[in-house]
C-alpha cells in the first residue's frame, strides 16, 4: 500500500507529518505552520487550491463588483483576491508561482474560511476556463491581522458562522502572538 497523506495521518502524531512535510517540500508552508513566521531569509511558499470568481451577482450576490472593504474589484497591475482572514489576512499580497500574477486579499468569502484556499478574481470571460487549481503561493508581504480583527468585529455580519470563526481564529492568533507579561 502505498504510503499517502491519509496513511500518515494515522499512523504518525501531528508533529511528525509537519516536519516530514518540511523535509519533503523546505520553503513550503503546510496548513498547521503559523504561516506569518516564516525562517529569516526565507520566502514564504504556501500550497493552496485556487478557485476563481468574477463581479457579477452570481459570484458575489448584492455585494457584486465590490470587496468585503467596499472597494471595487481590481484587476491589473495588483488583482483582487478572498481569502480566510485569519490564514491570509486582509492586504496580504502574493504571487501565484504559475501565471505570475500579482493579488492582494482585499475580500474573503464562506467557501474559503477554514482551508488553504483563495479565490482570484477574473475578468468574466476567463472564469470557466480557470476551474479549481492547486498552486504555489509566493507571500510578498503579509496583510494585518488586526485589521481584519477590527473589520470582521465591526460588522453586524458576526451572525455569520464564517465570519464568527475566523474572528474567534484572529484573536487565538493576537492572543498568542501577544507578549507575556510577568
Known amino acids: ?3 499517502t497523506n491519509l496513511t500518515l495521518a494515522r499512523c504518525l502524531p501531528a508533529f511528525a507529518i509537519l516536519a516530514l512535510t518540511a523535509l519533503l517540500h523546505p520553503g513550503t508552508a503546510s496548513a498547521g505552520q503559523n504561516l506569518q513566521n516564516p525562517a529569516a531569509g526565507q520566502p514564504t511558499r504556501i500550497r493552496a487550491i485556487a478557485t476563481a ?5 452570481g459570484c458575489n450576490a448584492q455585494w457584486a463588483g465590490r470587496t468585503a472593504i467596499g472597494t471595487r ?3 491589473g497591475a495588483i488583482t483582487s483576491a478572498a481569502a480566510d482572514w485569519s490564514k491570509f489576512p486582509l492586504g496580504t499580497r502574493f504571487r501565484v ?5 500579482i493579488y492582494e486579499v482585499d475580500d474573503y ?3 474559503m474560511v477554514g482551508k488553504m484556499k483563495v479565490d482570484l478574481y477574473t475578468a468574466h470571460g476567463a472564469l470557466s476556463k480557470w476551474g479549481v487549481r492547486n498552486v504555489t503561493l509566493e507571500i510578498l508581504s503579509w496583510g ?3 485589521r481584519s480583527l477590527a473589520l470582521l468585529s465591526s460588522r453586524k455580519a458576526t451572525r455569520y458562522a464564517h ?3 475566523m474572528v474567534a481564529n484572529l484573536r487565538d492568533q493576537l492572543a498568542v502572538a501577544a ?3 510577568s
Open 1 to 3: 500500500m502505498p504510503l
Open 53 to 57: 470568481y468574477g463581479s457579477g451577482p
Open 73 to 75: 474589484l481590481r484587476s
Open 97 to 101: 508561482v504559475e501565471t505570475g500574477r
Open 109 to 111: 468569502g464562506s467557501a
Open 144 to 146: 494585518s491581522r488586526e
Open 163 to 165: 465570519i464568527r470563526k
Open 179 to 181: 507578549p507575556k507579561n
